[in-house]
């Protein structure tokens, strides 16, 4: 890993980008990493545009604002591909996952001619096999993980096991599930 890496998400209030981000920052934090975890928003509602932040190193973090230039950016609603410039600043030695079920043409032809790494993944389809309903962040977290290698897969398992047992406390039966999603995310993002 680099000594710094720099994500930025893009999401929609409500679909778990901002808890997505926080659960990459905790898990990075349990591998012995130094981590950020933020979002940025105002007074959104539910369906607006939100953006969230990570920053994951092997150092001290000294830097305190917004990433303008991430080495990773994911996408978690592919309609803010029209409407949003994900790509601002996007280094092209990193990578952009979307959650989508575009073809490739349709993907590149919104993102203002970046010309790094592209990934996709059908966050909808992985969250609906494995849990019933419609919940992206989970897939999301999986797929950046596996791009951006920030910790092991088998690290993000355990962590994840770990985390979902507290969070979902109240709720045991669920956290099959969103392990199931995990794991299935991690073989399903595909390179454009």
């Given at each position: 890993?680099?000594?710094?890496?720099?994500?930025?998400?893009?999401?929609?209030?409500?679909?778990?980008?901002?808890?997505?981000?926080?659960?990459?920052?905790?898990?990075?934090?349990?591998?012995?990493?130094?981590?950020?975890?933020?979002?940025?928003y105002g007074p959104e509602r539910m369906g607006a545009p939100i953006t969230a932040y990570n920053r994951i190193s092997?150092?001290p973090i000294t830097i305190h604002s917004n990433i303008y230039e991430p080495d990773y950016v994911v996408v978690v609603?592919?309609?803010?591909?029209?409407?949003?410039?994900?790509?601002?600043?996007?280094?092209?030695?990193?990578?952009?996952?979307?959650?989508?079920?575009?073809?490739?043409?349709?993907?590149?032809?919104?993102?203002?001619?970046?010309?790094?790494?592209?990934?996709?993944?059908?966050?909808?389809?992985?969250?609906?096999?494995?849990?019933?309903?419609?919940?992206?962040?989970?897939?999301?977290?999986?797929?950046?993980?596996?791009?951006?290698?920030?910790?092991?897969?088998?690290?993000?398992?355990?962590?994840?096991?770990?985390?979902?047992?507290?969070?979902?406390?109240?709720?045991?039966?669920?956290?099959?599930?969103?392990?199931?999603?995990?794991?299935?995310?991690?073989?399903?993002?595909?390179?454009?």
């Amino acid at each position: 890993m680099n000594s710094l890496i720099e994500i930025r998400w893009h999401g929609r209030g409500g679909q778990g980008a901002k808890t997505a981000s926080l659960l990459l920052a905790d898990a990075a934090f349990n591998t012995g990493k130094y981590i950020q975890g933020f979002p940025e928003y105002g007074p959104e509602r539910m369906g607006a545009p939100i953006t969230a932040y990570n920053r994951i190193s092997d150092k001290p973090i000294t830097i305190h604002s917004n990433i303008y230039e991430p080495d990773y950016v994911v996408v978690v609603d592919d309609t803010l591909l029209e409407t949003v410039n994900v790509t601002a600043g996007l280094k092209k030695s990193g990578a952009i996952v979307i959650n989508t079920i575009k073809d490739s043409q349709e993907i590149r032809k919104n993102l203002k001619g970046y010309e790094g790494e592209v990934y996709k993944i059908d966050a909808r389809k992985i969250s609906i096999e494995a849990l019933g309903k419609y919940f992206p962040n989970t897939p999301m977290l999986a797929a950046i993980v596996k791009i951006s290698k920030v910790m092991t897969e088998e690290e993000l398992l355990n962590d994840m096991k770990e985390s979902f047992k507290h969070k979902f406390a109240k709720k045991p039966e669920v956290i099959e599930g969103n392990m199931k999603t995990l794991e299935i995310a991690l073989k399903g993002v595909e390179k454009i």
